[in-house]
């Protein structure tokens, strides 16, 4: 591995264990490798449970690797408290200071001893960032007079008023509204582009941690799923476990199996035939057995009626309209697959009032995944 960046971060095999109860121990994190570079903002996501947090509170020093090492701006962390390592972390549990006015919260990490602004800079930086995060006008309330959402902003307002070498966000605007969400994701990470320290964005959402990071880590169960650009992670997911994780809806995941037929190799379950050419045959040849996931997305899945040619039967599960397209979800036969279609093609179908109605399924023959059906990462040409 590379040499840590002089001012960015590097996290190498980082281990952490939970002991619970007498005998069982969980492993949060099973040997994490992750760098930071200057000025990159780098998003964390996966499951609850992944180790994403864990992760956050060993970079801030509020715990302790059971191994591994961490480096920041050149210095080794090992052995330096939380307060020393100018570590700015935003909690996803908020941690205000209750009789603290929302403003004095803000204003709390510059009044802190070495800080380096004086009080006209610290409160014009204060007044910017409520403002960015539309809480400027509750600067005299205290923190129990505040709805969950206002907390957090004030929490995330209290993160992002500081200069550190690392700023670490666990779930900033997971509790907002959509609208506000969406505004906040762009000028938050507009913010963060003008700085030359690395910064850390942690969250459950998928779809979230491609729209902010420069790079993305996919986490789950405590290692490392994948790591790449947001491109390169939506159009190449490394295992079904990532692709469960992308997309809204994500990525269907159907089990079957490949089989030659007439001098082709096939992807079959039960009565679904999806020829397998270029890349994806391939890569088939690959495949350590039969058994394989193919992936399609939702938005590549054709919802036709009942009979018509080169289709596979389905069964209409539920229809959800959200206003210039529909997610029909397909019963496969032990198995659910979601469409994202129009919403004349839903109504054409009969989709809302057909539940239970058969129709026709079309996978396409390019833009699918393959996945190993007994490890579930993507074979190899995918």
């Known amino acids: 591995m590379s040499p840590a960046p002089q001012m960015g971060l590097a996290a190498r095999g980082i281990f952490k264990s939970f002991a619970k109860g007498k005998a069982e121990v969980i492993t949060a994190l099973g040997g994490l490798d992750i760098e930071i570079a200057p000025g990159e903002l780098l998003a964390i996501t996966g499951p609850s449970g992944a180790g994403k947090s864990t992760f956050c509170r060993i970079l801030a020093g509020l715990e302790r690797p059971d191994a591994g090492s961490v480096t920041l701006a050149g210095r080794n962390l090992a052995g330096i408290p939380p307060q020393q390592r100018r570590v700015a972390l935003m909690f996803e549990s908020y941690a205000l200071y209750p009789h603290l006015t929302v403003r004095d919260n803000a204003l709390s990490p510059l009044q802190a ?59 900033p605007i997971s509790h907002l509204d959509a609208k506000l969400r969406h505004k906040l994701r762009g000028e938050i990470r507009r913010r963060l582009a003008s700085q030359t320290s690395p910064s850390l964005w942690a969250t459950p959402d998928g779809m979230e941690a491609l729209s902010v990071g420069d790079r993305v880590v996919v986490m789950d169960q405590g290692r490392v799923e994948q790591v790449g650009t947001p491109e390169e992670i939506w159009q190449r997911p490394a295992s079904a476990r990532v692709a469960r994780l992308l997309g809204d809806p994500p990525m269907n995941l159907i089990d079957g199996e490949l089989v030659h037929e007439a001098g082709a190799l096939v992807f079959r379950r039960r009565d679904l035939t999806v020829p397998l050419t270029g890349a994806l ?24 009626p009942e009979g018509a040619a080169d289709t596979a039967v389905a069964e209409i599960y539920s229809n959800e309209p959200f206003g210039k397209h529909a997610i029909v979800t397909l019963d496969l036969g032990a198995l659910l697959a979601k469409a994202k279609t129009s919403m004349a093609n839903a109504a054409a179908l009969g989709a809302d009032a057909g539940i239970g109605r058969k129709v026709g399924l079309v996978l396409p023959w390019e833009g699918l995944a393959l996945f190993d059906g007994t490890t579930g990462r993507a074979l190899p040409g995918t």
Request: hydrophobic content about 45%.
């Open 281 to 304: 045959a391939g890569a088939a040849q690959k495949a350590a057995s039969s058994a394989v996931i193919l992936g399609v997305r939702p938005d590549d899945v054709g919802v036709v």
């Open 113 to 171: 001893p070495g800080g380096r602004l004086d009080t006209a800079e610290a409160n014009k930086r204060v007044d910017e960032v409520l403002e960015l995060l539309e809480i400027r006008h509750l600067g005299a309330r205290l923190p129990g007079a505040l709805s969950g959402g206002q907390k957090q902003r004030v929490a995330l307002a209290r993160a992002l008023v500081q200069q550190p070498d690392l700023l670490i966000l666990d779930e």
